[in-house]
């Protein structure tokens, strides 16, 4: 089959390792163990920073995201499999096995949802990880209620707003009945993020805005760094008291990276209140399933950037790094699917 897989050398004098995408056209293809699931692969996405991450395997194919067709499923796991042959879905992959830059890939019932019918297979290959991060930010670690409407009253504040994991949360933080505050730079961003249902936004460069925004319940920081410290500030609560929830995502988070955000000793001084934590984002087609309904019933959009065959992976993945333009870079296996 046709892949992607990340080439690794490592320079005898200085010892530096040098990584990246090659497009190959005899890759093997994927067998199945017992509970997996093949994927033909339709689309799948550029993830920023995928070079930086280490593996165990050699060679490995990079890609997490992934819609696509089953093509064929091993159904002797444990795990009972309801799908079958066929099917549209689309899933986040576990990292532990090769990804998605494939004409195949392998999943497990477990990571699959089908494809929300109302979005086509590109919009769909743009969703999986940035979506689940912002549930799981949400629902899971920031204590909302996952229904329609069911947080009235609620305050929301998502610093970088109008990026991969932000446009997802202010979406479904605004689905879930909250009040939606983001940060922004620009008009363009400002007019994007107010029509997707963002109640107020806040210029990050003409303003400081932790002296903004104030109380609020949840604050999902996707920016790290610098913003992250200054986030702190924006969360509710008063000494003596417990506060809101500060969720950090951004793995470029300086000295309040996921091991040190409880170390932070000056903001946790300050603001003793505060709820910090970090995680990473679990595959789950449950949770899939769920933001698929809600994509059905109008309340999600997906915005892609641009759209490259899977042969111009490296190309996609320089474009990425810039960090120029809104939405996702989605990769194709080509015309023949």
């Given at each position: 089959?046709?892949?992607?897989?990340?080439?690794?050398t490592?320079?005898?004098?200085t010892?530096?390792?040098?990584?990246?995408?090659?497009?190959?056209?005899s890759?093997p293809?994927?067998?199945?163990?017992?509970?997996e699931?093949?994927?033909?692969?339709?689309?799948?996405?550029i993830?920023?920073?995928?070079?930086k991450w280490?593996?165990d395997?050699?060679?490995?194919?990079?890609?997490?995201?992934?819609s696509?067709?089953?093509?064929?499923?091993?159904?002797?796991?444990?795990?009972?499999?309801t799908?079958?042959?066929?099917d549209?879905v689309?899933?986040?992959?576990?990292?532990?096995?090769?990804?998605?830059?494939?004409?195949?890939?392998?999943?497990?019932?477990t990571?699959?949802?089908?494809?929300?019918?109302?979005?086509?297979f590109?919009q769909?290959?743009?969703?999986?990880?940035?979506?689940l991060?912002?549930?799981?930010?949400?629902?899971?670690h920031?204590?909302m209620?996952?229904?329609?409407?069911s947080?009235?009253?609620?305050?929301?504040?998502v610093?970088g707003?109008?990026?991969?994991?932000?446009?997802?949360?202010v979406?479904?933080?605004?689905?879930?009945?909250?009040?939606v505050?983001?940060?922004?730079?620009?008009?363009?961003?400002k007019?994007?993020?107010?029509?997707?249902?963002?109640d107020?936004?806040?210029?990050?460069?003409?303003?400081?805005?932790?002296?903004?925004v104030?109380?609020?319940?949840v604050?999902?920081?996707?920016?790290?760094?610098?913003?992250?410290?200054?986030?702190w500030a924006?969360?509710?609560?008063?000494a003596?008291?417990?506060?809101?929830?500060?969720?950090?995502?951004?793995?470029d988070?300086?000295?309040?990276s996921?091991?040190s955000?409880?170390?932070d000793?000056?903001n946790?001084?300050?603001?003793p209140?505060?709820?910090?934590?970090?995680f990473i984002?679990?595959?789950?087609?449950?949770?899939l399933?769920?933001?698929?309904?809600?994509?059905?019933e109008?309340?999600?959009?997906?915005?892609?950037?641009k759209?490259?065959?899977?042969?111009?992976a490296a190309?996609a993945?320089?474009?990425?790094?810039?960090?120029?333009?809104?939405?996702?870079?989605?990769l194709?296996?080509?015309?023949?699917?």
């Amino acid at each position: 089959m046709r892949a992607v897989r990340i080439h690794s050398t490592t320079d005898s004098t200085t010892g530096n390792t040098t990584r990246k995408f090659v497009y190959e056209t005899s890759v093997p293809k994927p067998s199945l163990s017992p509970g997996e699931v093949l994927i033909r692969v339709h689309a799948t996405t550029i993830i920023r920073d995928e070079l930086k991450w280490p593996s165990d395997r050699d060679l490995p194919i990079p890609g997490h995201d992934v819609s696509g067709v089953v093509a064929e499923v091993n159904g002797l796991g444990t795990v009972p499999c309801t799908f079958k042959p066929g099917d549209a879905v689309y899933a986040r992959t576990h990292p532990s096995r090769d990804g998605t830059f494939a004409e195949y890939t392998v999943t497990t019932p477990t990571e699959l949802a089908l494809k929300p019918a109302n979005i086509d297979f590109i919009q769909a290959a743009s969703m999986p990880t940035s979506v689940l991060t912002a549930y799981q930010a949400l629902f899971v670690h920031g204590g909302m209620t996952p229904a329609h409407n069911s947080n009235p009253g609620t305050k929301v504040l998502v610093t970088g707003a109008a990026g991969g994991v932000g446009v997802f949360a202010v979406q479904l933080a605004k689905w879930a009945g909250a009040h939606v505050i983001g940060t922004a730079s620009s008009a363009g961003s400002k007019q994007f993020l107010e029509d997707i249902g963002t109640d107020e936004v806040v210029d990050y460069k003409a303003c400081r805005f932790e002296e903004e925004v104030k109380d609020a319940d949840v604050v999902l920081d996707t920016v790290g760094g610098e913003t992250l410290r200054r986030a702190w500030a924006c969360v509710k609560g008063t000494a003596g008291e417990d506060g809101g929830v500060l969720v950090a995502v951004a793995t470029d988070s300086g000295p309040w990276s996921p091991n040190s955000l409880e170390g932070d000793v000056e903001n946790k001084k300050k603001f003793p209140w505060v709820k910090p934590l970090f995680f990473i984002v679990e595959p789950s087609g449950e949770q899939l399933g769920i933001i698929g309904r809600i994509v059905d019933e109008g309340g999600m959009k997906a915005p892609v950037q641009k759209v490259m065959e899977l042969r111009e992976a490296a190309e996609a993945y320089e474009l990425a790094e810039s960090a120029k333009g809104r939405g996702k870079i989605i990769l194709t296996v080509g015309d023949d699917l």
